[in-house]
């Protein structure tokens, strides 16, 4: 069975900064695209930033200049730093993962196999 597991999560003070990690066990995925999606209280999950298996990355307009998404296939790990945090940036944050996910479809939470369970992020102002 596969699980993604994230950490990293926590509370930070508006223009703080946060590493998320998000590390599958079960599989390797370094040949899968990597996914992080964010879902703030009474609103639908959001993509946020995406890296494919070469290390393209694609980033949400709202997020684009402060986070870096990145991976280490070797730990088998994926990352997501977020720095210049807003209150607005709070939410859980989901990692995913998926294969054959083509760029115009990357920001749709559909296109993703497997789930992480997420990781709470409050920033305060």
């Known amino acids: 069975q596969v699980h993604l597991v994230e950490a990293g999560g926590g509370f930070v003070q508006a223009g703080g900064s946060l590493r998320l990690s998000c590390a599958p066990s079960?599989?390797?995925?370094?040949?899968?695209?990597m996914g992080w999606f964010r879902q703030a209280p009474g609103k639908e999950r959001e993509f946020v930033a995406v890296?494919?298996?070469?290390?393209?990355?694609r980033y949400a307009d709202s997020v684009k200049g402060r986070f870096t998404i990145s991976r280490d296939n070797a730990k088998n790990t994926v990352y997501l730093q977020m720095n210049s945090l807003k209150p607005e940036d709070t939410a859980v944050y989901y990692c995913?993962?998926?294969?054959?996910?083509?760029?115009?479809?990357?920001?749709?939470?559909?296109?993703?196999?497997?789930w992480g369970q997420g990781t709470q992020v409050t920033v305060s102002s």
């Open positions: 995913a993962a998926g294969q054959g996910i083509w760029y115009g479809s990357s920001t749709r939470p559909a296109e993703y196999n497997y």
């Open positions: 079960g599989r390797t995925f370094s040949s899968y695209t």
């Open positions: 890296i494919w298996s070469g290390s393209t990355t």
